[in-house]
């Protein structure tokens, strides 16, 4: 069966430092990856999705990156946090485009300070 | 574009009684509708999904939703609801190119 991994669990880093956020999926192969943002209050936002390797599409302009170095791997970065990137972080995985419903891991609770 | 609304952002209902979330959505064909649930600090859960067919689907927990295309609308049942149930619940759809568009949820809490 399939499970997708995010870690940590928690993270709190001060304003202005880096940050990278990991997400694994076993089980599966050429899997489309994303990254969503939930923010207090909200529903949740999309902020990369990947339909493989090095392969990376970015729906919100931020100061935020991700990379996909293998098939299963998914890596979200910053290299200057800012306050507003506290939130919820969401990976999900996804096969057959459009047509499947997307599997999302426990997620990764930021607290920028 | 496409979007999602849940109107209701907080609902209480008491143990055993019956639940329905709402939902509408705005796109330009026939779109691919989903509900989650998430329980407080976790990932989301699929309920269920429709993707054709049979309008009225069936989820997991006992949940169920009916796809109402003259209403734009994708509401979420239960007929008798658990303590357990208490939780926020995501509707979504997906168009184009796997995106899933969620509304920004409603929660529920169940009293005993």
């Known amino acids: 069966s399939q499970t997708i991994h995010q870690w940590p669990a928690t993270l709190v880093q001060p304003v202005g430092s880096p940050l990278s956020l990991e997400c694994t999926v076993e089980?599966?192969?050429?899997?489309?990856l994303y990254w969503y943002r939930q923010a207090a209050g909200r529903g949740l936002q999309l902020l990369f999705y990947?339909?493989?390797?090095?392969?990376i599409s970015s729906e919100v302009p931020q100061n935020l990156s991700a990379s996909r170095p293998q098939d299963r791997q998914f890596i979200l970065s910053s290299k200057k946090l800012l306050l507003s990137d506290s939130g919820f972080y969401l990976c999900a995985w996804s096969v057959l485009d459009r047509l499947s419903e997307q599997y999302f891991g426990p997620g990764t609770r930021l607290t920028v300070t | 574009a496409q979007s999602v609304t849940q109107p209701d952002i907080h609902i209480t209902v008491s143990e055993g009684a019956s639940l329905e979330l709402r939902c509408n959505y705005s796109?330009?064909?026939?779109?691919?509708l989903f509900w989650y649930v998430q329980s407080p600090g976790q990932g989301l859960q699929l309920l269920l999904k429709?993707?054709?067919?049979?309008?009225l689907v069936q989820g997991i927990k006992g949940f169920e939703a009916e796809f109402k295309r003259s209403q734009s609308s994708f509401n979420l049942r239960k007929p008798s609801v658990h303590w357990s149930d208490a939780a926020e619940y995501f509707c979504?759809?997906?168009?184009?190119?796997?995106?899933?568009?969620f509304g920004t949820g409603t929660r529920l809490q169940v009293t005993l």
């Open positions: 089980g599966t192969s050429n899997p489309n």
């Open positions: 429709y993707f054709s067919g049979d309008t």
């Open positions: 990947s339909v493989g390797i090095g392969q």
């Open positions: 979504a759809l997906t168009g184009t190119a796997s995106k899933l568009t």
């Open positions: 796109y330009g064909a026939t779109p691919y």
